[in-house]
């Protein structure tokens, strides 16, 4: 099995604690529009996401691991985290890695997002099978497929 995507995958990393560093800390509307603008190329080092950064979406904050949920619109989301995220560290996996501020997370990233066409993501979704994944994870399987209409 071959696929070639048209983009490079964006990375996360959960920070428990805030680096000193000189990347972004850009105010977007939601995380979905921090991706957006990873990928268009306005942070090519990648940005750092705090609960402040985000002003519209209303699921971020527990959905990213900022906070629990504390109402019924929050209860709704699936909360993973033991303990709340500080800070979430984005950035594209062809980011150059010389004298990168945060070089130690860029290879080891807590989640990828896979961004593509329609089609891509179509053919991608055609190979995946449930018993492809750990047995841990098999009654919880989650998979989310963001695709961009370029």
Request: proline residues 10%; negative net charge.
């Amino acid at each position: 099995m071959s696929i070639r995507l048209s983009q490079s995958p964006i990375a996360v990393k959960f920070l428990h604690e805030i680096p000193e560093c000189d990347l972004p800390q850009p105010e977007v509307r939601s995380y979905c529009d921090a991706l957006g603008k990873l990928r268009d190329g306005e942070f090519p080092r990648g940005m750092i996401l705090r609960p402040e950064s985000i002003g519209v979406c209303v699921w971020s904050p527990v959905a990213l691991g900022f906070r629990p949920p504390v109402n019924d619109i929050d209860g709704s989301v699936p909360c993973r985290f033991d303990k709340p995220v500080q800070a979430l560290f984005v950035f594209s996996l062809d980011t150059a890695q010389a004298d990168h501020p945060l070089v130690e997370f860029l290879q080891d990233p807590d989640v990828i997002t896979l961004v593509s066409s329609p089609e891509e993501m179509k053919k991608i979704a055609s190979y995946l099978r449930p018993e492809d994944f750990g047995l841990e994870h098999a009654d919880d399987l989650l998979f989310t497929m963001n695709s961009d209409f370029v």
